[in-house]
Structure formats: structure tokens, C-alpha cells
């Protein structure tokens, strides 16, 4: 009998933080692969060709590094599959914010990735079979470890079909049961992983898939060592105990690299050399999360990449115009907001629709007086959405507000209740205090005044009173909606779970696309104006003002208790 220890190494969710620099805020980052690498090469030291290096995707998308590389500076190599290269993976999944990054980005990393991007569920149409890497063996010191890859297949719910033309994706768990039968009979593994990015349980669930399904599949699917996963950015390390009482040990390191997932495998195994086979005896396996706070950044690792990095600066620097007053992301939970209504403006005005929908992307971001650099653009609006214009009725617009802003708001029964929905948890012994859903699902509009009548439930707060410019709206008409291409593709489900529409009629319903990204419209907006002063249009706010004001006072203080200072209030003025 001998012993094989095998280490794994686990990244996830790394949205291109490459340096130990956070450039859409200009400060230092405490995650990014720089600090990891230099984690990474110290375990190297001590298990040599034992430990392996994994990622569950994510990657091209997040911090600007990458996003030179994949839009702008094309005919170099990509900069994601060159840094995966130099540290050394051994395989990587792909995510659906890759695939958002469209073909000619994600075929270009995987064909310059020297180690395989894999998804066994996502099928090419042309050929019927896999259309990246379905799964890859690694053996050492005799021992056959599988890796299957597998990806949210909710991603025709989320992105333009133009992104991901030419393929099919099928449920994770089918797909899954499969590949472990194959990996077992056909490559007579001995230890069987899923390299996932979905998330641990909830999101998207269809009739024929559900988006985040390691849960289900921990518990259920007998023969799988261990699911190494993110796509829920949520730290996650525990031994399951599926149906059949064997242990299936889950991990996920969240994001950005402020984390590795780690696993130890202890083998046990009998080497019948006349059969030359063997006969595995025992397993073991056991997780933990590390943390990379403290860790130094490798200065190597730094030096090769140090042009990309300038480039980067350079770039994130650069100036379009200017603002001529502070702007903040968090007032627009609390009314109307300058910076939700700047971005209805440019929608409506890019496809000349009637009505737009539009959320704050993130949770508190400052945007100082001054001059507007590219890197504010980033920080306001993160992601390479295009602008959609969609045929939608008075009816389902009422349904899809309904239906957003029962994701932040509370039904108040007395003038002393919350008027958000707010959760409190408890990390390292610390309270933090969040909304309990995410707010970049927290749409409003604007092209027609409203109110939000807070005393009442779901389906009872939408009061259209006309549109914008006094005509009379009416829910039986048709009207021209503007929204970033997310959601016009069925993300967060609010165009069919909540106004009702089929998944399958939102590409008729579609009359309007955008040649470019939102950020390209900012930037022309400052481009075209110099120096703006953002304010808010007033067409919307809730009621009755009597409770709600201080409601949102108090709620406010809540949530940015550090911050509550005289500007914070002037939504409220």
C-alpha cells in the first residue's frame, strides 16, 4: 500500500483583478491574483506537482485590465489567457460574464489558454457535442483525477443570443450524472470533481434548469469527490452527506481573489503491478478557505505585466468632461436620483423611447465634483450592456415596477416601520447592514409620473398618473421601453415573471438594439457637453410623504450610518 497527497487550489469569480490596485476607485485592492500567485508558489514549494490550480470562470469581465485586452488592444495576445498561463493552471471553467464578452473575446482566451476551458453542458449546434472542453484528466503519482466542468446554462435568460450564437445549453445536473458514469467507466478515475460556476442554491429556476444547482447535485449525485464553485460570489466551505451517506466536499472562494479554496487529498491505494492497475483503499478529503489579507503581491508577477498595469492607469485616468456637483449611487434607492435619471436620459434619447428603466448598479458609489474620468464611467455602470428598446403595454409596465420595487421596498402598517427591506448579518463578529436583495435589481422609471404607495402590497403601490409631459397614460397602449440588454433579454425575470410576457416573445417584442455598450453613450454624453450638472427629473416618489420621509430618514441612517451627513439628505429636500 502507498499514500498520494494531492492539493488543490481554487480561484473563482476574479473579474480581472490581475494587481494589487484597485483602478475603479484609484486605491490598493486586498484580493487580486498577484497576492494569490504569491500564495499559490509557496504551496508549490511543498507539494511540487501535487498541487493543482483550478478556476471556476469569471475572469474577463470586472476590472479594466482585461477589458483593454478584449476590446481595445485586440491584436496582442489576451492578457486573461497570458497571466492564467504564467501562473500555471491546470484547468479553468468558463462563466456566463465570459460568454457576455461575446465570441471573439472567449474563443480567443480559450484558443491562446494553454490549460483547458472546459463546460460539458454547453453543446455546440453545429456538431451536437460540447462546445468547450467537457472534462480533462490529471494523473498523479498514479492516482486519475477528472475535472468536469459545468456553467449556468441560464445564460440565454440574461444576454443577447448574438453572444453565444451557435450554442445549446442543457441542465447542470443531467449533465452532471452523465459525465460522472463516462469519467468512471471510461477513464476509470479515482477521484471525481465538478469544476462549476453556478451558485450554491436559488436564482433562475425553469421547468428545465435551475441557475445555481450545487446543492441539489451535492446531495444527490452519487460519485462526486468534491464541486469546487462560484458564480454566487458567497464564501461556501462544508462536507455534504448525499443520500447515499458518502461525503462530498463544496468550497467556494468567493470573489476577486480575497480568497483561495483549498482542498487536501489524502489517497490510499494498492498497486496490483501484474494487472498494472490498482485498488484505491481510502480517501479523504477536507477544505478550507484562505484568506490573501496580508499577503504580499508577487513583485514578479507585477514586474512582467508592469506595462499593462501603466496602460491601464493611463487609460482609467483619462478625463471626458466634468460634473458640477457630487453625485452618489446610494440616493437613488431613497427617490429620485440625478445619476438613475443621467442614465434614463441617455436610453431614452439613444432609441427615442417613450418610457425607460434603469437601476443604480452599485451600492454606494461618490462621484466628486469635477472632472469625469473613465474610470467613473466603469464605477457607474459595470458592464458591457447595450441599450434595448422594447414594445411593451401600459398594463405590463405597471407589473414590471410592481414587481421591481417589491425588491427593496416594505409594506409600512404604522409611520414607525422600515420602508426598506433590510437585513442585517454578522461576519468576524462585525454587523453589516445591507438591503436584502441586490440593488442593481432596484429599476425605476422615468418617461412617465408615478407614485409608490408603500401602505399597500405587491400589485397595489404603482399609481401612473401620465406621462412625462402631461398626456394621458393608458394601460391598454403600446409604448417604446427603453433598458439595458440584461434585462431585455429576461434577466432577473422582470419582463416575464413580472410583466408577463413569454421568454420566447421578447425577441419580436425588441425593436431596438445598440451598435455599442452604455459606457460608449456616457462617454459621448461628456464628450458632447463638457461640463454637466446632474439633477434629478422629479417624476416619481413615494407615499404618503407624512410617514415616508422620516421613514426614509431613519432607513438611511441605517444603511450609511458613517456617512450621514447634510449631502446625504438632499434627495430628501
Same mark, same amino acid.
Given at each position: ?141 498514479? +492516482? ?20 453565444? &450564437? %451557435?450554442?445549446? @445549453? ?90 483561495? %479554496? ?57 478625463? @471626458? ?41 452599485? #451600492? ?91 401602505? &399597500? ?36 425575470? #422582470? ?15 425588441? +425593436? ?62
Amino acid at each position: 500500500m502507498r499514500t498520494v497527497n494531492i492539493r488543490i487550489l481554487h480561484t473563482s469569480d476574479i473579474h480581472g483583478c490581475l494587481f494589487p490596485f484597485d483602478f475603479l476607485h484609484g486605491k490598493e485592492a486586498t484580493g487580486s491574483l498577484s497576492r494569490a500567485y504569491n500564495y499559490i508558489k509557496s504551496r508549490r514549494k511543498t507539494f511540487g506537482r501535487n498541487l493543482l490550480l483550478i478556476d471556476s470562470g469569471d475572469i474577463l469581465q470586472g476590472q479594466p485590465t482585461f477589458y483593454l485586452s478584449n476590446f481595445i488592444n485586440t491584436e496582442k495576445p489576451n492578457l486573461a489567457a497570458s497571466v492564467y498561463n504564467y501562473m500555471q493552471y491546470d484547468c479553468v471553467t468558463i462563466g456566463n460574464h465570459d460568454i457576455e464578452t461575446g465570441h471573439l473575446v472567449y474563443d480567443k482566451f480559450n484558443k491562446e489558454l494553454d490549460s483547458p476551458l472546459l463546460a460539458a453542458n454547453i453543446i455546440c449546434t453545429r456538431t451536437g457535442r460540447p462546445y468547450f472542453k467537457p472534462y480533462t484528466i490529471i494523473e498523479r503519482e498514479g +492516482v486519475r483525477i477528472a475535472i468536469i466542468g459545468m456553467t449556468t446554462p441560464t445564460v440565454p435568460y440574461w444576454l443577447n443570443e448574438e453572444l453565444w &450564437q %451557435g450554442m445549446r @445549453f442543457l441542465s447542470i445536473e443531467k449533465c452532471t450524472r452523465e459525465y460522472v458514469e463516462l469519467v468512471k467507466d471510461k477513464e476509470n478515475a479515482d477521484i471525481i470533481i465538478g469544476l462549476f460556476h453556478t451558485g450554491w442554491k436559488g436564482g433562475l429556476a425553469l421547468e428545465e434548469y435551475e441557475e445555481n444547482a450545487v446543492r441539489h447535485i451535492a446531495e444527490s449525485i452519487e460519485g462526486i469527490d468534491a464541486i469546487f464553485f462560484g458564480h454566487d460570489h458567497r464564501l461556501f466551505c462544508d462536507t455534504i452527506m448525499n443520500r447515499n451517506g458518502h461525503k462530498v466536499l463544496c468550497i467556494n472562494p468567493a470573489s476577486d481573489a480575497h480568497y483561495i %479554496g483549498e482542498a487536501e487529498i489524502t489517497v490510499v491505494l494498492e498497486d496490483n503491478t501484474s494487472a498494472n492497475n490498482h485498488v484505491i483503499i481510502s480517501k479523504e478529503i477536507h477544505g478550507k478557505l484562505t484568506s490573501m489579507e496580508g499577503i504580499e503581491p508577487d513583485e514578479r508577477i507585477i514586474s512582467d505585466f508592469s506595462h499593462d498595469y501603466s496602460t491601464t492607469k493611463h487609460y482609467m485616468d483619462q478625463s @471626458f468632461g466634468s460634473t458640477g456637483k457630487t453625485t452618489k449611487t446610494r440616493d437613488c434607492f431613497f427617490g429620485n436620483a440625478p445619476l438613475t435619471d443621467f442614465i434614463h436620459h441617455i436610453q431614452m434619447e439613444v432609441c427615442g423611447a417613450d418610457v425607460s428603466f434603469s437601476a443604480p448598479l452599485c #451600492f454606494d458609489e461618490v462621484f466628486p465634483e469635477g472632472p469625469f474620468r473613465t474610470k467613473d464611467i466603469f464605477n457607474l455602470y459595470k458592464y458591457e450592456n447595450q441599450i434595448y428598446a422594447l414594445m411593451m403595454t401600459g398594463e405590463e409596465i405597471v407589473r414590471y415596477l410592481e414587481t421591481s420595487y417589491d425588491l427593496w421596498i416594505d409594506t409600512m402598517l404604522s409611520a414607525e416601520d422600515h420602508i426598506m427591506k433590510i437585513q442585517t448579518y454578522e461576519y468576524e463578529g462585525q454587523e453589516y447592514t445591507f438591503f436584502k436583495n441586490l440593488a442593481f435589481n432596484f429599476d425605476t422609471a422615468a418617461g412617465i409620473i408615478y407614485t409608490v404607495d408603500v401602505t &399597500q402590497t405587491k400589485g397595489r403601490r404603482i399609481n401612473i398618473l401620465s406621462m412625462s409631459d402631461g398626456t394621458q397614460f393608458s394601460l391598454n397602449a403600446k409604448y417604446k421601453v427603453a433598458m439595458h440588454s440584461y434585462r431585455g433579454n429576461g434577466g432577473t425575470e #422582470f419582463l416575464t415573471r413580472g410583466a408577463g410576457i413569454p421568454h420566447e416573445e421578447l425577441r419580436n417584442r425588441t +425593436v431596438f438594439r445598440s451598435p455599442h455598450n452604455m459606457r460608449y453613450y456616457i462617454q459621448k454624453e461628456f464628450e458632447n457637453h463638457g461640463d454637466m450638472y446632474l439633477k434629478a427629473d422629479n417624476n416619481w416618489h413615494f407615499i404618503p410623504t407624512g410617514w415616508t420621509e422620516e421613514a426614509i430618514r431613519r432607513d438611511r441612517n441605517v444603511l450609511f450610518p458613517e456617512r450621514m451627513d447634510k449631502d446625504c439628505l438632499t434627495v430628501l429636500e
